[in-house]
C-alpha cells in the first residue's frame, strides 16, 4: 500500500494494488471518503445511486446529520463538485455486499488506511461523542430493551474483547493506538445498528477483527 496527504493540502489518497485508489479530504480533524472511489473499490458500479438510496434512509429515518456532504476538488476534468462520505457510511458501503472485494477492502481500511491517517496526527475522533453516538444508537435501535438495559455493557465487552482486553482496564492506561483501534471498533458498531444488523451479526463481525493472541501478547 502506498499512501498520504498532497502536500500543504487536506487531500489524501491510498493505493491498494488489488483493491484501488481511495481518496478523501480531512474536514475538522476527521476523514470524508470520495464516495465515487470507495464505491469503485468496493465494486458497485452505480456510485449516485447507492448514495442517494443511503442518504433517503437516513432522513426518513430522522438522522439529520446523515454522513453525506458534496464538497468542490480539482480533478483531471477540472474543479468539480463530488459527493464525500464520512466513515460511518463507509461502513454501510461495506456491509452491503458480501463480496470477497469488500471484505478485502475492510482489512485494508481498518489495518492500513485508518491507522495510517492516525498515525499521522490528521485523524481525531473524541471518544466521548463516539460513545454518545453510540448509546443513542443503541436506544434508537431498541436493542437496549431487548437486552433489559444491557445493551451498551454488552457491545462494550464485544469491542473490549475484539482487542484483547477486558471492560476493567480503564480508558487512561490504554496507548493511544489501542484508543484509535477502539473508537474505530465503537463506530462500526454504530454503524452496524444503524443498518439494523442483529447482534449475532455484529458478534461475528468484531469476532472477526479480533486481535491474536501472539500479538496481543
Known amino acids: 500500500m502506498t499512501g498520504g496527504f498532497m502536500k500543504d493540502s487536506d487531500l489524501f489518497t491510498f493505493k491498494h494494488e488489488t483493491i484501488g485508489e481511495l481518496r478523501g ?3 475538522d480533524g476527521e476523514p470524508w471518503f ?12 452505480n456510485a449516485n445511486e447507492t448514495i442517494t438510496r443511503i442518504k433517503e434512509r437516513h432522513i426518513r429515518f430522522g438522522d439529520k ?6 464538497t468542490p476538488l480539482h480533478t483531471a476534468g477540472g474543479k468539480q463538485t463530488v459527493a464525500i462520505i464520512t466513515e460511518s457510511v463507509m461502513y454501510e458501503l461495506v456491509f452491503r455486499s458480501d463480496k470477497k472485494k469488500a471484505f478485502d477492502f475492510q482489512q485494508w481500511v481498518f489495518g492500513d488506511v485508518l491507522p495510517n491517517l492516525r ?4 485523524y481525531r475522533m473524541a471518544g466521548k461523542e ?3 453516538t453510540l448509546t443513542d444508537q443503541i436506544k434508537d435501535s431498541g436493542e437496549n430493551e431487548r437486552m433489559h438495559g444491557h445493551a451498551y455493557s454488552t457491545y462494550t465487552r464485544l469491542v473490549y474483547k475484539s482487542l484483547g482486553i477486558t471492560t476493567e482496564t480503564s480508558r487512561d492506561a490504554m496507548s493511544a493506538e ?8 465503537e463506530n462500526l458498531v454504530q454503524a452496524l ?6 447482534y449475532h451479526e455484529i458478534k461475528r463481525t468484531l ?3 479480533t486481535v491474536p493472541k501472539e500479538v496481543q501478547a
Open 65 to 70: 446529520g446523515v454522513g453525506i456532504s458534496y
Open 25 to 27: 479530504v480531512m474536514k
Open 207 to 209: 469476532e472477526s477483527l
Open 130 to 132: 463516539i460513545r454518545k
Open 193 to 198: 445498528l444503524a443498518e439494523g444488523r442483529e
Open 34 to 45: 470520495l464516495a465515487a472511489h470507495t464505491c469503485r473499490c468496493l465494486g458497485i458500479k
Open 119 to 122: 498515525k499521522h496526527g490528521e
Open 178 to 185: 489501542t484508543l484509535e483501534k477502539l473508537a474505530m471498533r
